[in-house]
């Protein structure tokens, strides 16, 4: 009886709370990358009319670029920070549970300084043990970031030596001074991300697409911050509103061009409509994975208890 009783009441215990802790400092991953890395240097993305619009409302444009025989998302933000800052936030990633959301914990656990030069640009490789949060459900993993600040690039992969709780992980930060304005910063981030198959299915759809514009959003909030706080004024310089040859002549015909910016502001209108609601709906899908989860448990917490139940009645009956 007492084997029986011990090992229900162990899967009672369980049920009631779900802890998945596959991640181990200590043991080697599964295995030593299944996804391809991103190269440090310009994505080269051409940024059209529409792009630049959406980015001077303050909002990030989100494209894709090319990987092989598919394709990965890709988000631009522009920020009213210099560069310096904004890589300080980027880099520090030992107060990120302070900015980044869903991170629980981040710590680095090794840095190792490389000389650079012509044929070495990579200056600094950062190991970093993190952790994020979902409901009833934490994640850790550790990362190998690679800085190359001569090619205004950062790079990251899992570190294979240890166990993370991610499959495989990979991601880019591009960042450079503004095109218009050089006390304003451009930022180009990427991010690929492959889950075991017991992670939920919105624990999936977050890393793999509301995290790009998620991660874009907390480095804009917080350099802008910086720079607030140490008075930095964003009004470009002289050089920087210098008006190009190639544009004196233009603007001719005002007419047509109002009809155009009329035409523009309307399609951008509907455009944010419907991301918008699209943002709605991922809420939506969210919180019903999430019902449905607990549901799940809570189910499985019946059924086990009423095992339990039973099996100590009949043992009861039985002496």
């Not at 190991?127 to 994640?139: A, E, H, Q, S």
């Not at 198959?197 to 802008?224: I, N, Q, Y």
């Not at 061009?257 to 951008?268: I, L, N, P, T, V």
Request: glycine fraction near 6%.
């Amino acid at each position: 009886m007492t084997t029986w009783l011990a090992q229900l009441v162990l899967l009672w215990t369980a049920a009631v709370v779900v802890v998945v802790h596959a991640s181990d400092f200590n043991k080697p991953h599964p295995h030593t990358g299944k996804v391809t890395p991103f190269q440090p240097g310009d994505p080269k993305v051409s940024l059209d009319g529409k792009a630049t619009k959406i980015l001077k409302t303050g909002k990030p444009y989100q494209t894709q670029i090319q990987s092989g025989a598919g394709g990965r998302g890709l988000v631009v933000q522009d920020i009213s920070a210099p560069s310096d800052l904004v890589w300080g936030r980027i880099l520090d990633y030992d107060n990120y549970a302070k900015m980044v959301p869903k991170t629980v914990e981040s710590k680095n656990y090794n840095v190792e300084q490389h000389k650079t030069g012509p044929r070495n640009p990579l200056a600094q490789t950062i190991y970093t043990r993190m952790k994020v949060g979902f409901p009833m459900l934490k994640l850790e993993f550790f990362i190998k970031h690679l800085y190359y600040p001569a090619l205004n690039s950062l790079t990251w992969t899992l570190d294979y030596t240890k166990t993370s709780d991610f499959d495989d992980s990979c991601g880019y930060w591009y960042v450079i001074p503004h095109p218009d304005n050089s006390k304003m910063t451009r930022v180009y981030y990427s991010v690929q991300v492959s889950m075991f198959d017991w992670v939920p299915k919105f624990v999936v759809d977050f890393m793999s697409s509301k995290a790009l514009t998620d991660a874009t959003g907390w480095v804009k909030k917080f350099s802008e911050i910086e720079a607030q706080k140490k008075g930095i004024s964003m009004e470009p310089d002289e050089a920087d509103t210098a008006e190009p040859a190639d544009k004196k002549n233009k603007g001719r015909f005002p007419f047509f061009g109002k009809k155009k910016e009329d035409a523009d502001a309307m399609k951008q209108l509907k455009e944010d409509a419907d991301a918008k609601l699209l943002e709605e709906e991922q809420k939506k899908s969210e919180i019903a994975e999430i019902k449905k989860v607990r549901m799940t448990r809570l189910v499985l917490v019946a059924t086990v208890t009423a095992l339990v139940m039973y099996n100590i009645h009949l043992w009861l009956s039985q002496n």
